[in-house]
């Protein structure tokens, strides 16, 4: 299943798997899904992926039928 979210930078529609989602951290402003996959830095560190989106934690909430 596909949600629709809105990037907390510049608005744009970006279409997020719900299988991929690790967890969702709520923010003042909006939230932050994290991702199961990791990704390489330039200097070797691995990083969990993330993105930033405007939706909040109640919006996930319903969306993916948590509670």
């Given at each position: 299943?596909?949600?629709?979210?809105?990037?907390?930078?510049?608005?744009?529609r970006?279409m997020?798997?719900?299988?991929?989602?690790?967890?969702?951290?709520?923010?003042?402003?909006?939230?932050?899904i994290?991702?199961?996959?990791?990704?390489?830095d330039?200097?070797?560190?691995?990083?969990?992926?993330?993105?930033?989106?405007?939706?909040?934690?109640?919006?996930?909430?319903?969306?993916?039928?948590?509670?």
């Amino acid at each position: 299943m596909f949600i629709n979210v809105h990037d907390i930078n510049d608005g744009l529609r970006v279409m997020v798997n719900a299988d991929d989602i690790s967890r969702i951290e709520e923010r003042n402003a909006g939230c932050v899904i994290y991702y199961k996959t990791s990704a390489d830095d330039f200097d070797g560190s691995r990083h969990q992926t993330m993105t930033a989106v405007q939706e909040d934690y109640d919006f996930f909430r319903n969306k993916l039928n948590l509670f």
